[in-house]
């Protein structure tokens, strides 16, 4: 099975852009995860989406959305960007949110300059 | 690049010689414990887990311990390899929150050849 498909790997962005990200997961999986990982704060959860809805929401901004389709791909979005927002964007999927373990793609780098 | 923070605490052995990474968790009603290895570059990859009604599980080369008296958890790896190079992250998983994992700050291995 293919594992988490996540795209672009990199990206470059200026202050006040918008950005989206995509994530396909493993095949069967439902479950979308998506966090941040900075040096400063380490891994934090932004959101889950699960049957295109959203489950579970972490503390962050409105700036960070996302949203997820009937084949279970998920996009999240980040407008208005902030130098603070230049991290590895994760994504993560599992079968159902009852499942504990969670599989990681290879990350979205975002540089905001 | 590193994808992961400047300041990790960080273990560094001999090859061929026994690792063990520690960490503690934070909720005494978590039920389900996951260790990451997350190489340079790279998203976090599933190694080992443990539910809390075991103190101990083994793998390929790895076995977690849980001490649920003392909320810790520790990783040993044996024989320890170069491409066990890597930051290693252990989960919490709080059915209480939505099911979701809580991530430890993680440990930087350096293995010495």
């Known amino acids: 099975k293919a594992g988490v498909t996540q795209t672009p790997r990199y990206l470059i962005k200026t202050r006040g852009q918008q950005v989206t990200l995509s994530c396909s997961p493993i095949?069967?999986?439902?479950?979308v995860s998506w966090y941040q990982q900075t040096p400063g704060q380490g891994l934090q959860f932004l959101f889950e989406y699960f049957s295109e809805t959203q489950r579970n929401k972490g503390n962050f901004p409105g700036r960070f959305s996302g949203r997820q389709f009937s084949n279970s791909r998920s996009e999240m979005n980040v407008s208005t960007l902030e130098l603070g927002d230049s991290a590895l964007y994760l994504c993560?999927?599992?079968?159902?949110?009852?499942?504990?373990?969670?599989?990681f793609g290879p990350g979205t780098r975002l540089l905001v300059l | 690049g590193e994808s992961v923070g400047l300041h990790l605490p960080t273990l560094s052995v001999q090859e061929g010689d026994n690792s063990i990474i520690n960490c503690a968790y934070s909720?005494?009603?978590?039920?389900?414990f996951i260790w990451y290895k997350q190489e340079s570059g790279k998203g976090p990859q599933f190694i080992i887990d443990i539910r809390s009604n075991m103190d101990k599980r083994q793998g390929q080369r790895v076995t977690v311990l849980l001490n649920k008296t003392v909320k810790h958890l520790s990783l040993q790896i044996a024989a320890t390899q170069p491409g066990d190079s890597a930051v290693y992250f252990c989960a919490e998983n709080n059915k209480n929150a939505g099911n979701m994992l809580t991530f430890g700050g993680g440990t930087r291995l350096m293995v010495k050849p």
């Open positions: 095949s069967g999986h439902r479950s």
């Open positions: 909720n005494s009603a978590s039920d389900y």
């Open positions: 993560a999927s599992r079968t159902t949110l009852y499942q504990e373990t969670q599989y």
